[in-house]
């Protein structure tokens, strides 16, 4: 060979990566699955929580919840038993139901046995009203009563003291 005849080229090798590339691989790949899940999963569990968040009911629809439920429990009832004016008390076949304004914390509660659901809040004044049903002769018919009335009064997210609201029903 003449230092003019160059020797033919080596055939070409596939490329050569370092051995550290090589190891970072996998560990690389974990990472990026790693960071996919966490951001998949942060979302999904914000969704929940964003689920979960109740809004507090507007003053309407918690005066429509406790009519509703007053007239339910009064018509169900089959009797009302001795209460003290902030406080009614009705037997029902599955118990007793107890309706009570509380002076204090403004609120009127809704219990039966060992459940306890907060109706209104933020009421200035409530009570009961029993109204017997006529009998011949004026007889006297105990604690029973023919119609029931719950009088209550709230104030507005302004401050404002509303009209005063009522719920009527017969046993």
């Not at 990472?31 to 966490?38: A, K, M, Q």
């Not at 979960?52 to 339910?72: C, G, H, Y």
């Not at 304004?101 to 109706?119: A, C, H, I, M, P």
Request: charged content about 25%; aromatic content about 6%.
């Amino acid at each position: 060979m003449t230092s003019e005849q160059a020797a033919p080229p080596p055939a070409a090798a596939p490329p050569v990566t370092p051995r550290s590339a090589r190891r970072d691989l996998p560990v690389l790949v974990f990472r990026i699955t790693l960071l996919i899940s966490v951001i998949c999963n942060a979302y999904i569990c914000w969704r929940i929580a964003a689920n979960r968040t109740v809004e507090k009911p507007s003053l309407a629809e918690q005066e429509q919840i406790a009519r509703a439920l007053f007239v339910w429990d009064v018509r169900r009832s089959t009797s009302v038993l001795p209460a003290t004016d902030h406080q009614l008390v009705l037997s029902t076949k599955d118990g007793k139901v107890t309706y009570e304004f509380d002076r204090q914390s403004r609120v009127l509660t809704r219990s039966t046995g060992s459940e306890s659901f907060t109706l209104l809040r933020e009421v200035e004044s409530a009570s009961f009203l029993f109204c017997q049903r006529p009998r011949p002769g004026n007889e006297r018919r105990g604690t029973e009563a023919g119609l029931v009335l719950l009088n209550w009064r709230t104030r507005n997210a302004k401050g404002r003291l509303e009209p005063e609201r009522s719920a009527a029903a017969c046993l």
